[in-house]
């Protein structure tokens, strides 16, 4: 009886697993969809025009996806050598693993060695808890059993390896491939392909960015174990050991151009992408990187030369404070200033694509990620006086061409109320008489105002349209740049005269590829606003403003340059926009809250300096940029007076004209 007794408990005691196991296969329904049509968050990418990696964008989660094609051999060795050598050949358990680990327990009184399969692991990311329970363990055999009938072992090991937790914030061995060594997977050595497979059994101690002597012991134990199951010869194996890599310790964003990445992502949810964090987007930009940093450097150092010139108004103030505050009790004083509320921004682009080639929203993104490049709207000033000039130039004038730069005042209705307006000059003085050219060099409001009258509002009106002008003013305020633009909008426009008369729409995104598909290419759109020959005439008065008129702070040595400085009302704004054969750049300077910056600081002292500085970081970068402007067919060179004058068919020189005098012909 007791004999009996015995082998039924024996039988029992044999049984019972396999009764509990059937059991919970009966009880719980295991649902393995999430497995079969796996679809993790990825990591999108976003790349400079050389292909340079500028960010990674995730939400929760940093992952590279990996293709099992793109997985080498000697990683899938690796792995199956240090964590389930009979992977290729048992059903998503291992039975004699387990018995063996059982008989351990049983000997130790405590858990000594694991007996999961790698199908096993995997279930366990991503269809289990971490809890230690003998029903997670029961559940989690089950799982590998279902998963190991619906996909090949390739798919299981593909899953695997994009799934797993690699330390450093790196989900998956080709994240972490890019974030510790720097390399794709089929770049790596041996001994970066142990240390890799070895970091899933403890990724925060093996993490070879902490513990680099701990991770390198790990490695060699997947190496030896390799050796030993003769899958690496004795070369390859001494050769592993003896190497350390050079491990590196990143940033899991490594967002080198914050601004830009919040544009694109501006950008992306625009074309309605909203899985833009988690979609495993690449996206290619037209940014140069090098030039984005010489960017940032420069609208710091007009920034920081804006400081300097503070505290100098500051010292000279203080000599003179009665008699200022006697001729204007109202004036701002220097030590009133609050340098906190200025700020400024740069955008450059190439001209003739319209590509944005750098773009910085704010002295320190740090301090404000508000992008001013794109998203404020300010006037340009006397920076659109060039679009009233070309205007002009496409009519007939030239740059010889007359015009009258004395007072006016003008009688308007506001509100119900007759009201006058009389604009002056900055310099508060006038000329009488003055080419069209100088007027321009120089900045002449009233030779400005004076010009429109003559073309006729609704004439100029019509003309402007065709530069796909938003918000024009219709009325004289026109002259003096009214209405109001950002940066990159007036990047736009100002390719009307860097790419010789055809407008280009500017590009940040050159492409986008999901899955390695194609998803969207930059179109190509432009129109050509004026013959080249009259933009040209446009950018040799806009090189001179630099050489020797209100722009003459941008200039640098060895590259010509063109462009325009913009002041508004009470140093507002401050604004130089200009380019060169090759590259085109608008900086802006002013008050976030649009109050006063400083009665001095105008476009050509605040902005013109970090025009200037941008260049000269230009041609360190590029030393063989084109430096000078292309003469365009139909246009005459021709010397009056000691200066060049420039003339086509449309715009022809003057008729000789005698005056006895400039001023008694003003005379009304």
Do not use: C
């Not at 508060?428 to 060099?441: C, T, V």
């Not at 000691?642 to 005698?658: H, Q």
Request: proline share 4%.
């Amino acid at each position: 009886m007791i004999k009996k007794i015995i082998i039924t408990l024996f039988i029992l005691g044999l049984l019972s697993p396999f009764m509990v196991f059937g059991y919970f296969y009966i009880k719980f329904d295991y649902d393995v969809s999430e497995l079969v049509d796996y679809k993790p968050s990825v990591t999108t990418r976003i790349y400079d025009k050389d292909g340079e990696k500028i960010a990674n964008i995730f939400d929760e989660k940093h992952r590279y996806y990996a293709s099992f094609d793109e997985i080498p051999p000697r990683v899938v060795e690796a792995l199956v050598a240090i964590e389930d050598t009979t992977f290729f050949e048992h059903p998503g358990i291992n039975i004699d693993a387990i018995f063996r680990a059982a008989l351990k327990v049983i000997k130790a009184g405590h858990a000594v060695e694991g007996a999961s399969t790698i199908t096993q692991q995997l279930v366990k990311n991503v269809l289990l808890t971490r809890e230690k329970k003998l029903s997670r363990k029961i559940k989690e055999a089950i799982y590998a059993i279902k998963i190991e009938k619906v996909l090949t072992k390739e798919q299981i090991l593909e899953r695997y390896l994009n799934e797993i937790y690699y330390g450093h914030g790196y989900y998956g061995i080709k994240t972490a491939a890019d974030g510790y060594f720097h390399k794709k997977l089929n770049e790596l050595t041996l001994k970066e392909v142990a240390i890799l497979v070895g970091l899933p059994k403890a990724p925060s101690a093996y993490a070879p960015t902490k513990n680099y002597e701990i991770s390198m012991g790990r490695a060699n134990r997947v190496i030896n174990r390799m050796h030993v199951l003769g899958w690496i010869d004795d070369t390859a194996y001494e050769k592993a050991l003896a190497e350390n890599p050079k491990v590196y310790d990143d940033t899991l964003t490594q967002n080198k151009a914050p601004f830009i990445v919040d544009e694109v992502a501006r950008r992306m949810y625009a074309m309605g992408i909203k899985d833009f964090k988690t979609g495993g987007y690449e996206i290619y930009t037209s940014i140069d990187l090098k030039l984005q940093e010489a960017a940032r450097e420069s609208l710091k150092y007009a920034y920081d030369r804006f400081l300097t010139r503070v505290e100098n108004y500051k010292e000279k103030e203080e000599k003179n404070i009665k008699a200022l505050l006697e001729y204007d009790p109202e004036i701002l004083l220097a030590k009133d200033i609050n340098i906190s509320k200025v700020n400024g921004a740069i955008v450059s682009i190439e001209p003739s694509s319209g590509d944005v080639l750098a773009m910085v929203g704010s002295v320190d993104y740090r301090v404000s990620s508000y992008n001013r490049a794109t998203q404020g709207k300010r006037q340009p000033g006397s920076a659109f006086k060039p679009f009233i000039y070309q205007v002009a130039i496409n009519l007939g004038y030239s740059g010889a061409t007359e015009l009258v730069d004395i007072a006016k005042t003008y009688d308007y209705e506001k509100d119900g109320e007759e009201m006058k307006w009389q604009p002056k000059n900055y310099e508060k003085n006038y000329k009488g008489l003055i080419p069209l050219r100088e007027a321009l060099i120089h900045s002449r409001n009233l030779a400005t105002i004076n010009l429109v009258n003559d073309i006729g509002l609704p004439q100029l009106i019509r003309e402007l349209k065709k530069f796909n002008i938003k918000h024009l003013p219709n009325d004289l305020s026109i002259s003096l740049g009214t209405m109001s633009v950002s940066p990159l909008e007036l990047a736009k426009y100002y390719t009307s005269f860097s790419n010789y008369g055809t407008q280009v729409q500017t590009h940040l995104i050159s492409s986008i590829y999901k899955d390695e598909k194609k998803i969207y290419q930059k179109e190509d759109q432009r129109e050509e606003i004026s013959p080249a020959s009259q933009a040209f005439i446009m950018t040799t008065i806009l090189r001179d403003v630099v050489k020797r008129g209100t722009g003459r702070g941008a200039r640098v040595r060895g590259i010509e340059l063109a462009g325009k400085t913009g002041t508004t009302n009470s140093n507002v704004d401050g604004w130089f926009a200009g380019y060169s054969p090759t590259i085109e750049t608008i900086v802006w300077f002013g008050n976030d809250d649009n109050t006063p910056m400083y009665r001095r600081e105008t476009g050509g002292r605040i902005a013109a300096p970090a025009f200037s500085h941008f260049y000269r970081e230009v041609l360190k970068i590029y030393p063989q940029i084109k430096r000078e402007f292309d003469i365009p067919e139909g246009v005459r060179e021709v010397t009056i007076d000691g200066e060049k004058e420039y003339f086509s068919d449309i715009s022809k020189p003057p008729k000789a004209e005698v005056h006895s005098d400039a001023t008694e012909e003003l005379l009304f």
